[in-house]
Nanobody, 122 residues
Framework: VQLQASGGGLVQAGDSLRLSCAASGFFFSRYGMGWFRQAPGKERDIVAA????????YYADSVKARFTISRDNAKNTVYLQMNSLKPEDTAIYYC????????????????WGQGTQVTVSS
């Protein structure tokens, strides 16, 4: 199982970024997917999650109406579109996979990508 996250970078407040997470080595469509983030000195928190068929999603309150999670099962890829970025969104963003329904708990995810840094300057 491999998850490869990409798309992070340094942007200004109000800008947008699109993160991608390419999956390989497993039946992607059988796994719920999540995006998490971890800022220095803080815990790894859920940002968004999506069901196996993409029909159900979850967002942390802090990103609702700004971020959109989506997936393309034909391309084995999950995305996180981030709009109206704020300095408090600065963190390392990780994608993760869990067999079956998605979860909001990091401990239930069994596979993790390497993380991609997102830095938002004010």
């Amino acid at each position: 199982v491999q998850l490869q996250a990409s798309g992070g970078g340094l942007v200004q407040a109000g800008d947008s970024l699109r993160l991608s997470c390419a999956a390989s080595g497993f039946f992607f469509s059988r796994y719920g997917m999540g995006w998490f983030r971890q800022a220095p000195g803080k815990e790894r928190d859920i940002v968004a999650a999506i069901s196996r068929n993409g029909g159900s999603t979850y967002y942390a309150d802090s990103v609702k109406a700004r971020f959109t999670i989506s997936r393309d099962n034909a391309k084995n890829t999950v995305y996180l579109q981030m709009n109206s970025l704020k300095p408090e969104d600065t963190a390392i963003y990780y994608c993760a996979a869990v067999y079956g329904p998605y979860s909001v708990y990091a401990s239930q995810y069994t596979s993790w990508g390497q993380g991609t840094q997102v830095t938002v300057s004010s």
